[in-house]
């Protein structure tokens, strides 16, 4: 809920709130996100800014294997709505500034600029863009988010597009950091050095977890013999349990006791995994796994957990494996590194099936020293997360 200033007067607490609801009802935000049916974090934080009472729009690009209504949210604002565009074409893929007119003019097609306050891009490039010829067409104000699809996609692909990136940045009101690592690896980038203005209205604000991992928090017995190893994911590339799994049976040879658990399913390396994993009785594969009191029993019976992604702009499961108690090993310079200051893991390069193998080894081994700490629900619950932005988009101004 929207904070008083409880020291004040009860009367003139109540007419501050009555002042600051009716500005916050007033304030149509309109979302534009590219990537809103394929994670529930868009929508659990447009979720809590409809408790607040924010007034929303979202804009979401339909691609050619995505349809209406996958992703929805039931409003409590009665003015709030998703829109869409017509289905992008293949050729948008490599024809950036085709895919943004055709963005654009379904856009300002289906709103009307002169109701909306401020808009929050979830992307710099694809979603920025549209924020920026919005922001020079009608004057309005927009915050814009970073991700690891910015740094690690279009960075290295299309450099020629940082010129806009620049200009996006530059009028931007916010610019938004999932993790601190995203925050140094885009300041650290090569076409991004030598402009410190960016930084300075630059803020970190991570995703929240699930409030049902909040409120299940558990520890882990640091006395205790430590013997399985937990992975949750895509078998895709980028999750690189091959990496994992070739550790693992390198571990195997000196730490027979150890087991692996294995809860997901897809992606291009499914096959691979589950021909690795049948007949051993040390790998065990779950499938994808929805229902949260089963995921907690896994938790519940494993040790540590392990995913060396090659990129991640957060990643939320290493966050619920920390609700539990689990150390977890992690990839360096990506997603969760730097954001606790404690000890609760190890960092390791995902390219090195060495460096997982020694960092497994080093958790097993000193499993006593990693008194994982209570996860606070300031920090990563969605509610609060909702609070920070909504703190921020009440004091834009064009």
């Known amino acids: 809920m929207i904070q008083t200033q409880l020291n004040l007067p009860k009367s003139l607490q109540v007419i501050i709130f009555i002042a600051e609801w009716i500005k916050v009802m007033s304030l149509s935000i309109l979302h534009i996100c590219n990537d809103f049916p394929y994670t529930k974090v868009h929508r659990n934080l447009y979720r809590e800014l409809d408790k607040i009472g924010h007034c929303q729009l979202i804009f979401h690009p339909l691609r050619s294997n995505t349809v209406k209504g996958e992703n929805t949210i039931d409003f409590k604002n009665m003015d ?19 895919k943004t007119k055709f963005l654009y003019s379904s856009l300002v097609n289906q709103i009307n ?25 009608y004057g ?4 814009v988010a970073v991700r690891n699809t910015d740094i690690h996609i279009f960075l290295k692909y299309r450099p020629d597009l940082m010129s ?12 938004i950091f999932i993790s601190k690592s995203n925050y140094e690896n885009f300041f650290n980038h090569k076409l991004v050095k030598g402009h410190p203005y960016f930084k300075e209205k630059s803020e970190i604000i991570n995703n929240g977890v699930d409030n049902f991992w909040l409120v299940n928090q558990s520890t882990k017995s640091l006395k205790q013999v430590p013997s399985e190893i937990l992975f949750i994911g895509k078998f895709d590339d980028n999750k690189n349990i ?12 000196v730490r ?34 929805t229902s949260k009191k089963e995921l907690l029993q896994i938790f519940g019976k494993s040790h540590v957990f392990a995913m060396a992604s090659y990129r991640e702009t957060f990643g939320l499961v290493y966050v619920e494996a920390l609700t ?46 990693f008194e994982i700490p209570s996860i606070g629900r300031r920090d990563f619950g969605w509610d609060y997360v909702a609070l920070k932005y909504h703190n921020i988009l009440k004091n834009v101004k064009a």
């Open 80 to 98: 709030s709505r998703i829109i869409y565009s017509p289905k992008i074409k293949s050729y948008h893929r490599l024809i950036f500034e085709a």
């Open 113 to 137: 600029p002169v109701e909306i306050k401020v808009v929050c891009a979830t992307t710099l490039f694809s979603d920025g863009v549209l924020a920026y010829k919005l922001f020079k067409d």
């Open 140 to 143: 309005i104000p927009y915050i």
């Open 164 to 175: 806009l990136g620049r200009r996006i940045l530059n009028d931007a009101s916010k610019v």
């Open 242 to 253: 091959l990496n994992l799994l070739k550790a693992f049976e390198k571990l195997k040879k």
């Open 256 to 289: 027979k006791e150890i087991k692996l658990n294995i809860v997901g399913a897809g992606g291009s390396n499914e096959s691979k995994v589950l021909q690795l994993a049948k007949g051993n009785p040390s790998i065990k594969v779950y499938g994808k796994v």
């Open 324 to 369: 539990q108690g689990l150390p977890i090993l992690f990839t360096r310079k990506q997603g969760i590194d730097g954001t606790f200051e404690e000890d609760i893991g190890v960092s390791v390069n995902p390219s090195s099936v060495k460096g997982i193998y020694d960092g497994l080894h080093f958790i097993l081994e000193n499993f006593h020293r």
